[in-house]
């Protein structure tokens, strides 16, 4: 059955850095493009990344330049490496195979 297993969130202070990792089972990894997705408390989701079977990446403006999305296909894994986090950053992240598979999400809390 399909799983996405998220890992790497927790508490950091403003400035501070985590990577988030997403394993995937179930499904053909390389056949979908891979999303980051957070949602704050009382917010709608907010896409935060996406990166393609080859390598393309999308990043929110919100995160541009602070945030690097990345796979391993061998591995069937997903990160988001987060530095410069911020207040606002606040938020349990989702990896989703594109908008079909969703994780349980992780949490991340900037304080």
């Known amino acids: 059955h399909v799983q996405l297993v998220e890992s790497g969130g927790g508490l950091v202070q403003p400035g501070g850095s985590l990577r988030l990792s997403c394993a995937a089972s179930?499904?053909?990894?390389?056949?979908?493009?891979m999303n980051w997705v957070r949602q704050a408390p009382g917010n709608e989701c907010e896409l935060v990344s996406s990166?393609?079977?080859?390598?393309?990446?999308y990043y929110a403006d919100s995160v541009k330049g602070r945030f690097t999305i990345s796979r391993d296909n061998a591995k069937n894994t997903l990160y988001l490496q987060m530095n410069s986090l911020k207040p606002d950053g606040t938020a349990v992240y989702y990896c989703?195979?594109?908008?079909?598979?969703w994780g349980q999400g992780t949490q991340v809390t900037v304080s």
């Open positions: 989703a195979a594109w908008w079909t598979y």
């Open positions: 179930g499904f053909t990894f390389t056949s979908y493009w």
């Open positions: 990166i393609s079977s080859d390598g393309s990446t």
